[in-house]
């Protein structure tokens, strides 16, 4: 039995590659910030639910020593929480989106490199973005080139590189980021674009079942290495 923990995924892009590792077999620790949220959430699809807030070291904490408590081990974690932090810029502002789009990757991954390495085939998803790209955003044929969300750009910037240097330091464990492609969800909703949700989750689990063999250190979309 797979064991998987997914962080934000009471909604979007987050639960649906929840319901679909589900189905595929894995149990799924299905974590989330508000309780009753991603507990309905879990119940939907028969997954288990752990309270998870990537911004809280406390939070994050307990929901590890969960999995570790009920399974002894984590073999598939993927990085999914974020925040888009559209509109004007200030502080405050740069301090949110940053930790959680990047902050809270080292606080998750740093509580669960121990029961990674108690895995036989150990993986690890970050759920990036073309924005962070800087081959991407520069490029004039691309549509990414148009758009400005500079913290959320720039918070995925150093999610993958997070990736690649935790790919460095933890050989025996395998780390991809990736663009899921842009979804219909709750972030995109005021923008009025995105495909249905199930396309991009399928390129999520593309990578999270990953086999022994299967690359690291790279950013994948659903075509394959992605410079950026």
Do not use: C
């Not at 649906?16 to 991603?38: I, P």
């Not at 400005?148 to 240097?165: E, W």
């Amino acid at each position: 039995m797979t064991i998987t923990l997914i962080t934000g995924a009471n909604k979007g892009i987050g639960f649906e590659t929840a319901r679909q590792l589900t189905e595929l077999g894995h149990t799924v620790y299905l974590g989330a910030r508000d309780v009753e949220r991603g507990g309905q959430a879990a119940a939907r699809i028969g997954a288990r639910f752990v309270q998870l807030d990537v911004t809280d070291d406390e939070s994050v904490a307990k929901a590890l020593a969960t999995v570790d408590a009920e399974e002894g081990r984590l073999d598939v974690l993927v990085h999914n929480a974020g925040v888009l932090g559209e509109g004007p810029v200030d502080g405050p502002k740069a301090l949110r989106v940053f930790d959680t789009n990047a902050v809270g990757i080292v606080r998750v991954m740093e509580a669960a490199l121990p029961l990674l390495r108690r895995s036989a085939s150990p993986n690890v998803v970050t759920v990036s973005s073309s924005l962070g790209s800087f081959w991407v955003v520069t490029n004039p044929d691309r549509p990414e080139s148009q758009v400005s969300l500079a913290l959320y750009a720039a918070s995925k910037a150093a999610a993958t590189m997070l990736t690649v240097q935790y790919a460095k330091t933890e050989p025996n464990v395998r780390f991809n980021a990736l663009k899921p492609g842009t979804a219909a969800t709750d972030m995109t909703a005021a923008m009025g674009i995105g495909r249905p949700v199930e396309e991009s989750a399928r390129v999520v689990v593309r990578l999270a079942t990953l086999g022994p063999d299967g690359p690291t250190g790279t950013l994948q979309d659903e075509d394959g290495i992605l410079p950026w």
